[in-house]
């Protein structure tokens, strides 16, 4: 099983970013896919969800307006396209899979990436 992210980096605040996760090596079209970020010094946070069918979304309050998650399950890949970003976005994304419905709790979730860096920073 892999999880592998990309589309990281060092953005000026306001800008954008679309993070990308290529899943290999299970059912991809039956997980739902979820991203998560780590601050440093910070835990783990619950970013956004996506259901299998891409039907349901769910975000955190503090991305919510801001941040798009999707997926094309054609290519294995869920995206999260990030918008006017602020100074407290800097984190270590990570991407991460559940079977069936998606959830806020990375307890839940079956596989993880290795997370891509995103520096917010005039």
């Known amino acids: 099983v892999q999880l592998v992210e990309s589309g990281g980096g060092l953005v000026q605040p306001g800008g954008s970013l679309r993070l990308s996760c290529v899943a290999s090596?299970?059912?991809?079209?039956?997980?739902?896919m979820g991203w998560f970020r780590q601050a440093p010094g910070k835990e783990r946070e619950f970013v956004a969800t996506?259901?299998?069918?891409?039907?349901?979304?769910y975000y955190a309050d503090s991305v919510k307006g801001r941040f798009t998650i999707s997926r094309d399950n054609a290519k294995r890949t869920v995206y999260l396209q990030k918008n006017n970003l602020a100074r407290e976005d800097t984190a270590v994304y990570y991407c991460?899979?559940?079977?069936?419905?998606?959830?806020?709790?990375?307890?839940?979730?079956?596989?993880w990436g290795q997370g891509t860096q995103v520096t917010v920073s005039s």
């Open positions: 090596g299970f059912t991809f079209s039956t997980y739902a």
């Open positions: 996506i259901t299998w069918n891409t039907l349901n979304t």
């Open positions: 991460a899979a559940v079977y069936g419905i998606g959830s806020d709790d990375a307890k839940k979730y079956n596989f």
